[in-house]
C-alpha cells in the first residue's frame, strides 16, 4: 500500500513535471511570434496622410507590421523626424520639396516611391475667376521655394503674371517680369494658407491644407494645377533603408489596388493615384 502511493506521489510529480515543460514550451513557440512583430513609425499630414494610414494598418497587421501613424501640421519637422530615426518614413511632401529640403538641411533622405498626385489649387472668398482681381490684390503664395515656384507657375498659367524665360527651376516673386495688375504677394506658411483667405483676394493653397481646412479641391479651386503634374506625393525614408521588409511592406500597401479604389472614391478627384 505505501509503495502504491509513494508511486502515485511520483507520477503526480512527473505529470506536473511534464504539464511544466509544456508550458515551458508553449512560451517559447509564441515568443517568436511576437518578436517577429516590427513597429514602424509614419509621419504624415492628417488629411490625406491620415486617412490613408488607418486605410493600410489592417493590412500591415496581417503582415506582421504594427503601423504608428504620427500627424505633423508643417513641412518641416517630418524630414527633420525622419533623419534623426524618430520616424522610419513619410508622406507628405512631394520630391522636388524633399531634394530642396535635404540639401538645406544636409539630410539622407530619399523616395521610396510615389503615391498620389495633389493638386494645388488657386482659392478666393469673393472671387469667381484670378481675373477678377482687383488692381493692387494681394495673392497668398506658399513660403517654401518648392511650392512656392508651383503657386507661381499656376498663377502664370491662369494669366496673371509672367514668370522670366530664363528664370531658375525654382521661382520666386523676383521672377515676375509682368505683373500688369501690380498684384502683391504675401509668403505664408503653408499650413497658414486657409486662414489667410480672410485677408486677402486670392490664395495659392496646397492640397492637403485645403482638405484639412474643409476646401474641396474640384469645387471650390476657382484654378487648379492640371492632372499631369509633376508633383506627387511620395514616401520618403532615410537613404538605403528601402530594402526593409517593414517598409517593402508599406510600399505594397500603399500602392494596391484597394488603395488606389479608395482614392479615386473618397477624394473625387481631388487626388489622382500615381499607380
Known amino acids: 500500500m505505501i509503495l502504491k502511493k509513494v508511486a502515485a506521489l511520483f507520477l503526480t510529480a512527473g505529470l506536473a ?25 509614419v509621419g504624415v499630414s492628417p488629411v490625406p496622410g491620415g486617412d490613408l494610414m488607418k486605410e493600410i494598418a489592417p493590412v500591415l497587421a496581417k503582415e506582421g507590421v504594427k503601423l504608428e501613424s504620427i500627424e505633423f501640421s508643417d513641412y518641416i519637422q517630418p524630414n527633420l523626424a525622419l533623419a534623426d530615426g524618430s520616424l522610419d518614413a513619410n508622406l ?26 495633389a493638386p494645388i489649387g488657386i482659392y478666393s472668398k469673393t472671387l469667381k475667376t484670378p481675373t477678377d482681381i482687383a488692381e493692387g490684390g494681394s495673392v497668398a503664395i506658399p513660403n517654401d521655394p518648392t511650392n512656392g515656384s508651383r503657386a507661381l507657375l499656376l498663377l502664370e498659367h491662369a494669366g496673371l503674371i509672367k514668370l522670366a524665360a530664363d528664370a531658375p527651376f525654382l521661382k520666386s516673386p523676383a521672377d515676375i517680369v509682368d505683373n500688369p495688375k501690380k498684384l502683391r504677394f504675401i509668403e505664408v506658411e503653408a499650413a497658414q494658407l486657409p486662414r489667410s483667405l480672410e485677408d486677402v483676394a486670392l490664395a495659392v493653397i496646397n492640397c492637403n491644407f485645403a482638405l484639412g481646412a474643409g476646401l474641396n479641391p474640384i469645387k471650390d479651386a476657382i484654378a487648379i494645377e492640371a492632372k499631369d503634374s509633376p ?18 511592406a508599406l510600399k505594397r500597401a500603399l500602392t494596391s489596388a484597394e488603395i488606389k479604389k479608395f482614392i479615386e472614391e473618397k477624394y473625387q478627384g481631388s487626388l489622382i493615384p500615381t499607380f
Request: glycine content about 8%.
Open 231 to 248: 508633383y506627387a506625393n511620395i514616401v520618403a525614408v532615410r537613404t538605403g533603408e528601402g530594402t526593409r521588409p517593414e517598409l517593402q
Open 92 to 117: 507628405f511632401q512631394h520630391k522636388p520639396y524633399m531634394d530642396d529640403f535635404a540639401k538645406e538641411h544636409n539630410l539622407k533622405i530619399e523616395s521610396l516611391v510615389p503615391v498620389f498626385i
Open 17 to 41: 513535471v511534464g504539464l511544466a515543460g509544456c508550458g515551458d514550451d508553449g512560451a517559447k513557440n509564441t515568443a517568436p511570434a511576437a518578436e517577429a512583430v516590427k513597429t514602424i513609425k
